[in-house]
Each structure stands twice: as structure tokens, then as C-alpha cells.
């Protein structure tokens, strides 16, 4: 089954360059920088509610001295962040309900699990946990290296 296309920066923060020559993710990275879309208008959006729209502008801020995020990525966020208020909403339930009700498993206990693997994913997209920063954290770093070496 073919994998689905990645950009430059996903390959190398990934450090899987998919035995991709150096000219060829050169080019992509040129062509990418075309295509690459404005970060100026980052609202939230209208049909989150209070607490996830607080989410969204914090993370936002947080990487707003990057390229990682972008007007592209706003639906995205907001999935996260409204995935987050429904984990926290589940997450109460279950402990004022209990992880068992009448004698069965708890509904939202699969919810809950259904719910953070939908997270970890979305976390992972959008460089929000800790391996994803350090892998892009890693490879910046050989970027500009890469960068410095080829002024030789």
C-alpha cells in the first residue's frame, strides 16, 4: 500500500527520508515553500466553546516564533481542542459515575480510550508532545548545520 506523502520537514523530523537524494529534498522543500500558507489570521473558531477556544490561543502562543503552525492547521487545533474538553467532560463522568454502572463496563471508559488515541495522534500531527519536539528539535539543528556547510 502506497504511504501517503509527507512534506520536508515531517520527513526529517521523523528522520525517515525515504532514501530520498539530496537534490530531490532540496526540491521538495522549494516547492513546498510556494505552497506555504499565511500564519497571520490564527482565531479560533466560532462553534468551540470558551475553555477550548483558551486551548487553541495558548497553543498558538506557543508556537507562534515557529513555521510549524498555520492558517491550514486551524480545523486541526480545534479538533484537539475540543477532543481535550470532551476527554476532560468524559473523564469526569466516570469519576462521579464510577467504571462500572449496574454491574457493566462504564460506557465511557471505551469512550476515554477512543478519545486519547484520537489525541495522541492529533498531538503527534501537530508537534504538541514531547517526541515530536525533539525529533524536530534534533533535525532543526542538523538543518542549520546543513545550512552552514553548504556556505563552504
Do not use: W
Amino acid at each position: 500500500m502506497p504511504q501517503t506523502a509527507k512534506n520536508v520537514l515531517q520527513l526529517v523530523a521523523n528522520g525517515n527520508y525515504n532514501h530520498k537524494p539530496k537534490d530531490e529534498l532540496k526540491r521538495r522543500a522549494k516547492n513546498e515553500q510556494k505552497l506555504k500558507v499565511s500564519a497571520e489570521h490564527m482565531n479560533p473558531p466560532s462553534y468551540l466553546d470558551a475553555g477550548a477556544k483558551k486551548q487553541f490561543r495558548a497553543i498558538i502562543k506557543l508556537f507562534k516564533n515557529t513555521d510549524l503552525l498555520n492558517e491550514a492547521d486551524i480545523d486541526e487545533i480545534a479538533r484537539y481542542c475540543d477532543l481535550t474538553k470532551e476527554y476532560k467532560s468524559c473523564n469526569a463522568r466516570l469519576k462521579r459515575n464510577g467504571r462500572f454502572v449496574e454491574g457493566k463496563p462504564n460506557p465511557d471508559l471505551r469512550l476515554k480510550l477512543q478519545i486519547s488515541a484520537e489525541l495522541d495522534k492529533l498531538a503527534k500531527n501537530l508537534g504538541l508532545n514531547p517526541a515530536a519536539r525533539a525529533s524536530l528539535a534534533i533535525n532543526m539543528t542538523d538543518d542549520q548545520k546543513q545550512e552552514d556547510d553548504d556556505d563552504f
